[in-house]
């Protein structure tokens, strides 16, 4: 399977289960739970999976992935750190096809978070499984109503794809754009990127029809080479605008507790680029300015 039919299926998934999601307040599962609901996902295709809960914000919870008894496309892991891998594995017994593990403590944290990351990853790779994150807050697809943090996110789709190495942004500069009348068609926030990674992302905006403009927010890049490869190819067909953190010695050291990314050296990325036809900005107010 290509890799934009891997994306396809977590955009669009038959079947979601929200593992480590309760009613316990601020269980950042319910919460999402709760945003999918209200922007109409559809009930049932949603599952919440927990030891103990009966019901999470109103829908049925399953005690593990392999009690549901529809297919799961996709998965959203909350739960503890030390249990990740072993969930990891209940995804594949269940023949669930994407992963997205929000919880944190990997590859960010270095040493057993890493060698844990490491395990999951492989995990994941020999069923052919694809991970987004870990240490990441999620996707945003208006289109298949998956919304994270739903009470702030804009309902209307738009034009511009977005992939970025920071959470927070993910959440705040779609907010933001919508009130200048610019609306998305998905977000990622791309976290640890133990598997997917920006790369990826960009060749997957490069060839999805409702994405006429790519814009992010990297940290870092990984596999540099293909990076700037399909960069290269992708900025002929659609505008990429870019905001590079991480560039002094300063914001390396951020990025790297961030995302376990690793830096690039300011003249590189100028050059990477100039050679890529990447639109390259420095800060937030450049990236919007840019975008509208």
């Known amino acids: 399977?290509?890799?934009?039919?891997e994306l396809e299926r977590i955009f669009h998934p038959c079947g979601v289960a929200i593992i480590g999601a309760s009613n316990r307040p601020g269980n950042l599962g319910g919460f999402f739970i709760g945003g999918f609901l209200q922007q109409g996902f559809d009930r049932s295709q949603l599952f919440a999976v927990h030891p103990k809960e009966k019901?999470?914000?109103?829908?049925?919870?399953y005690p593990s992935l392999q009690a549901i008894p529809d297919n799961v496309d996709l998965a959203l892991i909350f739960s503890p750190r030390?249990?990740?891998?072993?969930?990891?594995?209940?995804?594949?017994?269940?023949g669930v096809k994407g992963i997205i593990i929000i919880t944190s403590g990997f590859a960010e944290n270095g040493g057993e978070g890493l060698k844990l990351q490491e395990e999951i990853a492989d995990i994941a790779r020999a069923a052919g499984?694809?991970?987004?994150?870990?240490?990441?807050?999620?996707?945003?697809?208006?289109?298949?109503?998956?919304?994270?943090?739903?009470?702030?996110?804009?309902?209307?789709?738009?034009?511009?794809?977005?992939?970025?190495?920071?959470?927070?942004?993910?959440?705040?500069?779609?907010?933001?754009?919508?009130?200048?009348?610019?609306?998305?068609?998905?977000?990622?926030?791309?976290?640890?990127?133990?598997?997917?990674?920006?790369?990826?992302?960009l060749e997957y905006f490069g060839r999805d029809p409702n994405t006429r403009v790519i814009i992010g927010y990297v940290e870092g890049v990984k596999d540099g080479r293909r990076f700037l490869r399909v960069a290269r190819e992708v900025s002929k067909?659609?505008?990429?605008?870019?905001?590079?953190?991480?560039?002094?010695?300063?914001?390396?050291?951020?990025?790297?507790?961030?995302?376990?990314?690793l830096?690039?050296?300011?003249?590189?990325w100028d050059a990477v680029c100039k050679q890529a036809g990447i639109v390259k900005v420095d800060c937030e107010d450049?990236?919007?300015d840019y975008l509208q």
């Not at 019901?55 to 919870?61: L, P």
């Open 129 to 201: 499984i694809r991970i987004i994150g870990p240490n990441c807050i999620g996707i945003y697809c208006p289109e298949s109503k998956l919304v994270n943090y739903a009470g702030w996110m804009p309902q209307e789709s738009g034009p511009v794809g977005m992939f970025s190495h920071s959470g927070s942004m993910t959440v705040s500069f779609p907010v933001a754009a919508s009130l200048n009348g610019v609306h998305f068609s998905k977000v990622i926030s791309c976290g640890n990127e133990c598997d997917l990674n920006a790369a990826d992302f």
């Open 237 to 261: 067909t659609k505008p990429i605008i870019l905001w590079k953190g991480g560039t002094s010695e300063f914001g390396a050291r951020s990025a790297s507790s961030h995302t376990g990314a």
């Open 82 to 94: 030390d249990s990740v891998k072993g969930v990891v594995q209940d995804c594949v017994a269940k």
């Open 55 to 61: 019901e999470v914000a109103g829908i049925k919870a």
């Open 1 to 5: 399977m290509d890799l934009y039919t």
């Open 286 to 288: 450049d990236l919007l």
């Open 263 to 268: 830096a690039v050296r300011s003249q590189v």
